[in-house]
């Protein structure tokens, strides 16, 4: 997961590149990522077995990389189903606006809180990237073709 927060950092100036650079400004994980995941949910406790948060800006645009490892990847799936009954159902800051399919993958789409937001599984992963309109597109392409 290291890997792919250090990569998430690499797309950036490449999917920027007549954009302001992203850099990494803030790294969270273990006790410290759970915690942070968990405050965000008035359910309690949904934060992953293990976990990573990248806080990413430039000048004018942000983005959020949060990666919850769960036991398996039909636990990780059934974290991602609890999410979207609740945001399907006006319980959260977001609202469903797409499902796209990418290969392998369903990717949803959410808007909130000024941002995109993509979130998906990938195996035992749970993965949202919350990000400013501006680069969202070139930002989740980028984080999609390198896990290929």
């Not at 359910?43 to 769960?70: H, M, P, Q, W």
């Not at 398996?72 to 974290?79: D, F, I, L, T, Y």
Request: proline share 3%; charged share 25%; hydrophobic share 40%.
């Amino acid at each position: 997961m290291i890997r792919k927060l250090i990569f998430i950092l690499l797309l950036f100036s490449v999917a920027c590149s007549e954009k302001p650079k992203m850099r990494l400004e803030k790294y969270l994980s273990g006790k410290k990522a759970e915690e942070t995941i968990n405050k965000m949910h008035i359910s309690g406790r949904v934060a992953g077995d293990k976990n990573e948060i990248g806080f990413y800006s430039s000048d004018t645009l942000n983005a959020v990389l949060y990666v919850s490892k769960f036991k398996n990847p039909e636990v990780a799936r059934q974290k991602l189903a609890e999410m979207l009954i609740k945001i399907a159902h006006g319980e959260t800051p977001f609202s469903l606006h797409n499902q796209v399919n990418v290969g392998d993958k369903r990717i949803f789409v959410v808007f909130g809180m000024g941002q995109a937001h993509y979130i998906y599984t990938n195996k035992d992963e749970l993965i949202w990237l919350s990000v400013d309109f501006p680069i969202s597109l070139e930002t989740l392409h980028s984080l999609l073709k390198q896990k290929e």
